[in-house]
């Protein structure tokens, strides 16, 4: 999707309660959450593209709660919490 106003606007029109909700499993999610959430990826990956920062925070914790010790795991969430901020 290349319309970012039009993506801001798919996304707006989403009903989710996904604030202060853990997400650990998918199927405990409706199918508008799921679409907020995959939308929401697009548009940092926009951001991101389009050299905009899509930094959400100034400072902060990430926290990582994996069973696995995957480096490729550890890595993406790294990458991703520095991203955003953390």
Not at 4 to 26: P, R, W
Not at 46 to 65: M, Q, T, Y
């Amino acid at each position: 999707m290349t319309d970012f106003s039009q993506l801001l606007k798919d996304l707006s029109g989403l009903e989710s309660d996904l604030y202060q909700s853990d997400f650990l499993l998918t199927w405990d999610k409706s199918v508008s959450e799921l679409k907020r959430i995959l939308l929401t990826a697009e548009a940092l990956k926009h951001l991101r593209e389009k050299g905009i920062s899509p930094r959400c925070f100034d400072s902060g914790l990430a926290v990582s709660n994996f069973r696995d010790n995957s480096t490729r795991t550890r890595f993406s969430f790294s990458m991703a919490s520095n991203l955003l901020g953390l």
